[in-house]
């Protein structure tokens, strides 16, 4: 998998500024934006519409099934498999009871996957947070996701101390992620989005005030009034 980083410069500027203004610990104020990043990431990273699933899976007209599904004691004539080996059997025909029954058990348990797999993606970036330990709010059907083939870790996350330098790494080996949702870019508009806020803030004078920025940035220690 091709590894994508994205640019932090302006972001780290954007953290030791606003420790500077606010005077917490520019550790504390890292791990705040951070949290903030990831929360971003999941709202932007796409998940199954569930409407649009069951309106699928309601008016589909075909289904792909393993061939050993229906196994008839005459054997199956002209009957053409996929590349994977599936039949693909046309919904509006007849077919025997046991076939019927067991098609329907598998679509059923086939859509019931695809919904409790549906912020599987989204929890990627929820993985990282855990992993550093931050307080990342996430959706409780991103907290409850579970990939088709069973729970796994895509998320990762280290801190790194050295001297007076501070910082944390943000890994997202989501396959899906990367490579078709296109997760640097949605990481580097998180952090952009940041900034952005950083600066709006600035712009409106929020850091001349203890309370405002109490109220902009909760839950992150500010100077006290004299």
Not at 43 to 70: D, E, H, I, M
Not at 93 to 109: F, Q, S
Request: aromatic share 8%; hydrophobic share 40%; glycine share 10%.
């Amino acid at each position: 998998m091709a590894i994508s980083r994205v640019d932090t410069v302006g972001f780290t500027r954007m953290a030791q500024s606003l420790a500077n203004m606010s005077g917490a610990p520019l550790e504390k104020i890292i791990d705040f934006e951070a949290a903030k990043v990831l929360e971003r990431c999941i709202t932007l990273t796409p998940a199954l519409n569930v409407s649009k699933a069951r309106s699928q899976f309601g008016s589909a007209q075909y289904s792909a099934q393993p061939s050993w599904l229906y196994q008839p004691k005459t054997g199956r004539a002209n009957v053409k498999l996929t590349k994977r080996g599936y039949v693909i059997y046309y919904l509006g025909n007849l077919y025997p009871d046991p076939l019927w029954r067991a098609i329907a058990e598998r679509r059923k348990d086939s859509l019931q996957k695809k919904l409790k797999a549906r912020g599987v993606s989204k929890a990627t970036w929820l993985q990282i947070g855990i992993a550093l330990g931050l307080s990342v709010n996430a959706p409780g059907y991103v907290r409850s996701a579970v990939p088709g083939k069973g729970p796994r870790q895509d998320g990762y996350g280290r801190r790194q101390r050295n001297r007076d330098q501070y910082y944390v790494e943000l890994e997202n080996r989501g396959q899906v992620v990367i490579n078709n949702l296109g997760g640097a870019r949605i990481l580097q508009a998180a952090i952009n989005g940041r900034m952005n806020y950083f600066r709006k803030n600035l712009e409106h004078g929020v850091f001349k005030s203890v309370s405002a920025i109490a109220g902009k940035y909760p839950g992150v220690i500010v100077k006290q009034a004299a």
